[in-house]
C-alpha cells in the first residue's frame, strides 16, 4: 500500500556532528495549498523544536553531512535510473522519470519530522511553498555498539530499495504486491514526478539501545489512480528538455514539472481492466529486459510491520 509501515533493523552507527537547522524563509503558519486530507495544521507552524516523549534519552539531530548527501542523492538517482530503463524486472520503462536534488526546505521539515519516534504517518499538513504533496518515510535501526552512520544509512536505504522483490506493474497504480508485503517505501522512490528530496538523520537512547533514524521527505506522494510513472518503449520518451549526462534513462535537470503531474504527452486512462493496462504496459516495451539481481547486502536482524 502507498502508505505503509516503516522498516526498523538491529544494527550499530557512530554519532555525528550535531547540526542546527536555520529556519527556512517558509512561513509555514500561512501554507496555502496543505492538502484536503490533511486536518491538522502545518507541522512546521510555530514548532518549538521539541522532541515527543516516545524518543526516549539524549535524542539528538545528526548532521548530514556533504558525502552522506551526496551519497542518498546518488543511491536514489542510481536506482532510479535502473528501473526507467526497465533492468529491474517485471517493471515497464519509463519515459519521464526526473533526476532528484536536494531540497533544504524537504531536509528542514524532515527533521521536525524525525522528533516524533514515530513509524506513522502524520496527520499534519508538511506542504512547502512550492510542493503541495510531499510524500514521507522513516526508519530506525536499533544496536548496542557504535558503529559508522554512512554504514547505517546505506543499510537503511538497502532496505526501502530491497521491497522491489514484491513490486508488479499493477503496483504502480494500485500500491500493492501480489502477496500484500509491504513495497510503500520502494515505490515512493520510484515516484516519476519527483524531482526533489530533503533527509534528516536523528539519534535517541531507549531501554538500553542506541536508535538511529533516518526520514526522507520527497516532492510527490503516489497519487490514488494514477500511474507512479509514465511508460512507454523507449526511456525518457517524453522528457521535454532531453536526458540526464550521467543518468541516461532519466529526465535532464531543467525537466519542468508542475503540481507532481504527468505530461501533456502521456496519455494513458486509467481503466477498470487492469489486465489490460498492464499488458499495454509490457507490450510497449521494444528492448531486452535485463534482470537486477546484484543488490547490496542488508545487515537486518529484524523487519517491524504495522
Same mark, same amino acid.
Given at each position: ?85 526497465? #533492468? ?17 526546505d524537504l531536509a528542514f521539515l524532515a527533521s521536525i519530522l524525525v522528533k516524533r ?38 543499510? #537503511? ?97 531543467t525537466e519542468p514539472v508542475k503540481d507532481c503531474l504527468h505530461s501533456e504527452l ?8 487492469t489486465t489490460s493496462l498492464i499488458r499495454g504496459m509490457l507490450n510497449r516495451q ?21
Amino acid at each position: 500500500m502507498w502508505s505503509g509501515p516503516c522498516v526498523a533493523a538491529g544494527l550499530l552507527l557512530l554519532f555525528g556532528v550535531n547540526i542546527v537547522f536555520l529556519l527556512p524563509e517558509s512561513n509555514y503558519c500561512h501554507i496555502k495549498n496543505c492538502p484536503a486530507d490533511k486536518k491538522l495544521p502545518h507541522i512546521g507552524c510555530n514548532s518549538s523544536g521539541s522532541w515527543s516523549p516516545k524518543c526516549g534519552k539524549e535524542p539528538k539531530i545528526i548532521d548530514v553531512p556533504n558525502h552522506i548527501q551526496k551519497f542518498i542523492l546518488h543511491y536514489h538517482n542510481t536506482y532510479r535510473d535502473i528501473v526507467a530503463g526497465g #533492468q529491474l524486472h517485471r517493471l515497464p520503462i519509463a519515459a519521464r522519470m526526473l533526476k532528484l536534488k536536494w531540497d533544504h526546505d524537504l531536509a528542514f521539515l524532515a527533521s521536525i519530522l524525525v522528533k516524533r519516534c514515530d513509524l506513522q504517518p502524520t496527520d499534519h499538513c508538511i506542504s512547502t511553498e512550492e510542493f503541495s504533496s510531499p510524500s514521507y518515510h522513516v526508519v530506525y535501526n536499533k544496536f548496542k555498539a557504535k558503529q559508522d552512520t554512512f554504514r547505517i544509512v546505506r543499510s #537503511q536505504l538497502n532496505a526501502w530499495y530491497d521491497q522491489y522483490k514484491k513490486v508488479s506493474a499493477s503496483s504502480l497504480f494500485g500500491g500493492f504486491s501480489t502477496d500484500k508485503k509491504e513495497i510503500g517505501h520502494f515505490l515512493r522512490m520510484i515516484v516519476g514526478p519527483s524531482n526533489r528530496l530533503g533527509c534528516a538523520i536523528a539519534s535517541t537512547e531507549k531501554d538500553g539501545w542506541t536508535h538511529q533514524w533516518l526520514g526522507c521527505l520527497y516532492s510527490c506522494s503516489p497519487q490514488k489512480n494514477s500511474l507512479l510513472y509514465e511508460y512507454s518503449g523507449k526511456p525518457g520518451e517524453y522528457c521535454t528538455t532531453g536526458i540526464n549526462g550521467i543518468f541516461q534513462n532519466l529526465c535532464n535537470d531543467t525537466e519542468p514539472v508542475k503540481d507532481c503531474l504527468h505530461s501533456e504527452l502521456f496519455k494513458t486512462i486509467i481503466t477498470n481492466d487492469t489486465t489490460s493496462l498492464i499488458r499495454g504496459m509490457l507490450n510497449r516495451q521494444t528492448q531486452a529486459r535485463v534482470p537486477w539481481l546484484i543488490i547490496p547486502a542488508l545487515i537486518v536482524t529484524f523487519v517491524l510491520l504495522s
